[in-house]
């Protein structure tokens, strides 16, 4: 059912977002050929994954934990990746995919997940690395009917070790709650 109030708190948070999105993705995205920024992660990683299940809900976190694999896949000459998640734990099966995007012109890639449970990309998320190797992802979606910001930060810890965070920010990014984190370990 469509609710009017949900639509215009939804519309006014779009509007307050929308001009800045842009500048949030770009402040980290350095102007240099980031190509080939995923280049280190093609290859087979071991993944653990902790999902809440209960985001911004106000109530206490519930988490659920998987393990399993991810592949990461050049496209493109290696310009683009795919990476294939197929995690399994006591909550079910996550299987899916990203597909990663570099945008030459803007200097930026663009993340954008699916699921083969709904076979449907979730809004992408834009932005870079920094110096130090850091990606840092930007994005607005909905939850619940709700406008949400997202925020994807890729840490890598060593050549073998990675770190995957992403948070939700429904106050316009002003507070921040993690609702995935994921450790990926080269085989």
Do not use: C
Request: avoid cysteine; aromatic fraction near 12%.
């Amino acid at each position: 059912m469509f609710n009017v109030r949900t639509f215009l708190t939804a519309a006014a948070l779009w509007a307050a977002i929308a001009p800045l999105q842009p500048a949030l993705a770009q402040a980290v995205t350095a102007a240099r050929d980031g190509q080939h920024d995923f280049d280190w992660e093609i290859g087979t990683w071991a993944t653990h994954v902790r999902v809440l299940r209960n985001p911004l809900s106000g109530k206490p976190p519930q988490w659920a934990e998987y393990q399993g694999a991810s592949v990461v896949k050049p496209l493109m000459a290696g310009r683009w990746n795919f990476v294939e998640l197929s995690v399994a734990g006591p909550s079910g099966k996550i299987e899916g995919g990203a597909l990663r995007l570099y945008n030459p012109k803007s200097g930026q890639w663009s993340l954008n997940f699916t699921g083969l449970a709904s076979g449907t990309l979730t809004a992408p998320v834009f932005g870079g690395f920094d110096n130090r190797g850091v990606g840092r992802f930007y994005g607005s979606d909905t939850l619940d009917g709700r406008a949400i910001l997202v925020r994807f930060v890729i840490t890598p810890k060593s050549a073998a070790e990675t770190t995957f965070e992403q948070s939700y920010s429904a106050d316009g990014g002003l507070t921040w709650e993690t609702n995935w984190l994921a450790t990926d370990t080269r085989r």
